[in-house]
């Protein structure tokens, strides 16, 4: 009689699994710094992508080398102190992953440049055990895992500046979530909770990983727990229903729902906590919100289909670049960054509803493809995909949750990272299923990979040029302030920018307020921008912005000792600034004590302030 091969012992297989999963995550990296041609001296300057946020963001992790992102920063919002907190744009996840980076990385411009590639190994990190939960071989998993890390959409978050955007590791996670609310039979654990030796045990088993993974989403940004509540609190109520119509035990159900109480448990202490004002606000910025942004700034079918902007696929990119010239409807939507293959799954899915509607079960599985699409891990992932896609789409589901509920969660074209990872899903399903006779399944997993090179790599950097800066003008002109200024100096700065979101002023763009604070030694300078609104902090300079008199009284109660001009803010009215500065120092045409060598900054010294 042959002996039976032992198995493999538990921890080597997971100490297997995750070495694949890191090798998915450098993969990822390697192809992300080839695509964006990042050099790295380009990894210490400024990229100067297309948004105006990713100074928001250099703002964000600089504030990080000097403390805590929740702990107030005496550097910005002078003279209350900043707290990122207030702002909601720095997800805990991320902020306790800053603050280790800070450690060993000093410089908040190095350290984002550095996030912002390790968003790269996270997301591809976290997606092989996707599709590991989907039950792929592993080396089809660490494919699709780097497709969906190098998706379009992540470039595109980069060219926005949105590094915490980017960071969206959570998303195959709230993948495994889904899984595991759809039931048993796509339920990556319950094997693996079937083979405890006790009652104890198995309920452990199937408990456990639930809270894990629920906690973990709750940790990211809002956008994306959000969306994963809303997922799978579709899939749980999609398997209810059809628990109820076949007339199965619904006493089975109660493990399946288990993720979603979770999770929803969760993201209610996590909405809790970030409502609440301890005490240095009374209002919430985004509650400034409409109810329209919900529409203008959700998905369409169209855009999430074609190729994105930067595909290196020129007869497909050609129906893109046609559609986007012929057609102004909705142009405040984000572009959705669908690859090419996962717009064939998603599409791929949609006929698997079609399918289902139009054909019997018994009849669909009596080839190899039917056999797939009446797998219970396609259903799962065709009905997840359509409840997803009706909160995405334009006058979908979205504007229900922004009428009964509020309009926070804005931009719902973001949902299109979920649609990508159910339509790369299906797709690795394909793959794994097809036949290794000839090698079809190495061809074809090696035209997907060509094709993903020219999809997803070969044109980023023409599509998300990273334009990298020393900022010389920028750093001469603060270490000049540095040395005419006493350290702990307030400096007071025109025009008075509201923040966030507060827009370009004149040639101002928007958040450039924060860029002498990046070259700012800790302690020495003190910046007014950074006043977020609806805190008490604001309430000292909102009066001030428009009114002269109200900033020389602002000026002189808080105790700044100069004002900072930059002239872009008065391109439409070139001495704008001069009744400001004049009403604070009392003098009449006041002569700058710096100015940077375009003349566009210009630092006045206050008569009360010395060195």
Not at 34 to 60: G, T
Not at 103 to 122: D, K, M, P, Q, Y
Not at 195 to 204: F, I
Not at 428 to 439: S, T
């Amino acid at each position: 009689m042959q002996t039976p091969e032992p198995r493999t012992r538990p921890v080597r297989r997971w100490l297997l699994e995750v070495c694949a999963a890191v090798g998915a995550g450098l993969i990822s990296l390697a192809f992300a710094i080839l695509a964006l041609r990042i050099s790295p001296a380009d990894l210490a300057e400024r990229w100067q992508v297309s948004s105006s946020d990713a100074v928001l963001h250099y703002m964000l992790f600089t504030n990080a080398t000097q403390n805590f992102s929740y702990a107030t920063n005496p550097g910005l919002g002078f003279p209350t102190g900043f707290d990122a907190f207030f702002l909601a744009q720095v997800d805990l996840s991320s902020a306790v992953v800053m603050s280790l980076l800070a450690l060993v990385i000093h410089n908040g411009i190095l350290l984002a440049n550095v996030f912002t590639l390790l968003t790269f190994v996270t997301a591809a990190f976290t997606g092989y055990f996707f599709f590991r939960a989907l039950r792929v071989r592993p080396w089809v998993a660490i494919l699709f895992a780097s497709l969906f890390s190098l998706a379009p959409y992540h470039f595109i978050r980069v060219s926005y500046g949105h590094a915490f955007i980017s960071n969206y590791w959570a998303i195959p996670v709230i993948g495994i979530l889904v899984l595991m609310a759809a039931g048993p039979s796509t339920d990556p654990f319950s094997a693996w909770a079937a083979r405890a030796t006790s009652t104890r045990g198995r309920v452990v088993r199937r408990i456990a990983p639930a809270i894990i993974l629920a906690a973990l989403v709750a940790t990211t940004s809002s956008y994306y727990f959000v969306f994963g509540l809303i997922v799978v609190a579709g899939v749980w109520l999609i398997g209810v229903v059809s628990a109820l119509i076949s007339r199965q035990r619904v006493r089975g159900l109660g493990w399946q729902s288990i993720p979603l109480a979770a999770l929803g448990v969760f993201v209610a202490v996590s909405l809790f906590l970030t409502s609440r004002d301890f005490g240095a606000r009374y209002l919430s910025y985004s509650n400034g919100r409409l109810i329209a942004e919900s529409e203008l700034d959700a998905g369409k079918l169209i855009t999430l289909l074609l190729p994105w902007t930067g595909s290196g696929v020129p007869k497909l990119i050609a129906a893109t670049n046609k559609y986007l010239a012929n057609t102004g409807a909705i142009p405040t939507t984000e572009e959705p960054g669908s690859s090419i293959i996962a717009s064939v799954g998603i599409i791929a899915l949609f006929a698997v509803l079609v399918v289902f509607a139009a054909s019997s079960t018994k009849l669909i599985g009596q080839t190899w493809l039917g056999r797939l699409v009446a797998d219970a891990r396609t259903r799962v992932l065709a009905s997840a995909m359509l409840w997803a896609f009706l909160f995405y789409i334009v006058t979908g589901l979205g504007i229900a949750v922004a009428l009964i509920i509020g309009p926070q969660i804005r931009t719902w074209g973001r949902l299109s990272i979920v649609l990508i990872l159910f339509g790369l899903g299906f797709m690795a399903l394909l793959l794994d299923r097809v036949p290794k006779r000839f090698g079809a399944r190495i061809i074809v997993a090696a035209a997907l990979i060509v094709l993903a090179f020219f999809d997803q790599i070969a044109g980023v950097s023409a599509r998300v040029p990273i334009g990298a800066t020393a900022d010389t003008e920028m750093k001469d002109f603060v270490a000049a302030t540095d040395a005419a200024l006493p350290d702990g100096c307030g400096v007071a700065q025109l025009p008075i920018e509201g923040f966030p979101d507060q827009g370009p002023i004149g040639n101002l763009a928007d958040y450039d307020q924060a860029l002498p604070y990046l070259y700012t030694t800790p302690g020495h300078l003190r910046f007014i921008f950074g006043s977020i609104y609806g805190t008490y902090g604001w309430d000292v300079w909102k009066n001030a912005v428009d009114d002269p008199a109200a900033f020389a009284s602002a000026v002189e109660s808080t105790g700044v000792c100069a004002i900072e001009v930059d002239l872009d803010g008065y391109s439409a009215n070139v001495d704008g600034w001069k009744p400001f500065v004049e009403a604070a120092t009392g003098e009449a045409n006041p002569t700058p004590a710096v100015t940077s060598s375009s003349g566009k900054l210009l630092l006045f010294v206050l008569p009360s302030s010395s060195h």
